[in-house]
């Protein structure tokens, strides 16, 4: 699959299990591939949300230290905000006709209290704050909204809210 792709390649790069990969990308297929990717490689996923520039930026990636940051587009102005907030991010323009086909990826070995995700609020009570959920959580999450949205297989889910948030 391509997010198994996504993942081999980022394996490839030098990611380890337990590294978190900020996702600054807009909702879309590049945007699922780059998620599931990570996790797939037993990377921790930081969804940001792809309206994020400038201070708030900075801010919330000092605030969850990446070790990956993957963009669409300008991957120097990125760079840049990486350098600002003091961090050895490597910087990753996303590019799916790049991926190579056909990889398999190794059983990472996580459980389901292993962390998964970090989810920043939208900070409506001061900061924003990074909200920590384990591959269970999300699990949980799943299978609930799956539930009572009676969802099938053979269902295809328009998603207007951004990935970054935790309903996305």
């Avoid at 991926?99 to 001061?126: C, F, Q």
Wanted: charged share 15%; with cysteine; glycine share 12%.
């Amino acid at each position: 699959s391509a997010a198994e792709s996504f993942g081999g390649s980022l394996q490839s790069r030098g990611a380890r299990a337990g590294d978190r990969v900020a996702i600054l990308l807009p909702n879309g297929v590049d945007a699922a591939i780059t998620l599931w990717g990570a996790l797939e490689a037993g990377c921790i996923i930081v969804p940001l949300h792809a309206a994020l520039r400038g201070g708030p930026l900075t801010q919330t990636l000092r605030d969850a230290d990446p070790q990956w940051l993957v963009v669409s587009g300008n991957a120097e102005a990125q760079q840049s905000a990486c350098s600002s907030a003091g961090l050895g991010a490597t910087v990753i323009q996303f590019e799916r006709q790049e991926l190579e086909p056909g990889t398999h990826l190794p059983d990472s070995n996580r459980n389901d209290s292993d962390l998964a995700a970090l989810i920043y609020t939208s900070g409506s009570t001061g900061e924003p704050k990074g909200v920590m959920l384990s591959h269970a959580n999300m699990s949980a999450a799943i299978g609930m909204v799956s539930g009572y949205l009676q969802l099938t297989s053979e269902d295809i889910i328009h998603s207007a809210l951004p990935l970054s948030s935790s309903y996305g």
